[in-house]
């Protein structure tokens, strides 16, 4: 199980299958937050880009073809308001993780490959 790339590994909560990036939700929930107590955004609007997350592992998720297409969608539409950032909520991918995980090992042993012959 390997964290996100862009974060430490303490700084992310695993609920069940949901990975949370702790300091970047506060950051973008707190800063949906304050720019609708300051006036900037109007509420629906800030609900809708509070859900972008969750609207995003909907397509990710094993839900039938509807939910997916519909997520999809709404992925579209996130996409003017920031929606091709890093997640701060998403779905662990068990598959993926273990994926690069044998990707990693390959690496260190070609690498190690590599070291033992140029030793020779």
Do not use: C, N, W
Not at 63 to 82: N, S
Not at 94 to 119: F, H, L, M, Y
Request: aromatic letters at 4%; a neutral charge.
């Amino acid at each position: 199980m390997s964290a996100p790339h862009s974060t430490q590994q303490g700084l992310v909560v695993q609920v069940g299958r949901l990975q949370i990036d702790v300091p970047r939700s506060l950051g973008y929930f707190g800063g949906i937050g304050a720019a609708v107590a300051f006036g900037m955004l109007e509420p629906p609007l800030a609900v809708f880009i509070a859900a972008i997350p969750v609207l995003k592992m909907l397509g990710k998720a094993d839900l039938p073809q509807p939910f997916r297409f519909a997520a999809e969608v709404i992925d579209g539409a996130a996409k003017p308001v920031g929606g091709e950032a890093q997640g701060t909520v998403r779905l662990r991918d068990p598959e993926a993780e273990a994926a690069a995980d044998v990707a990693t090992a390959e690496s260190a042993r070609r690498g190690e490959a590599i070291k033992a012959s140029s030793r020779r």
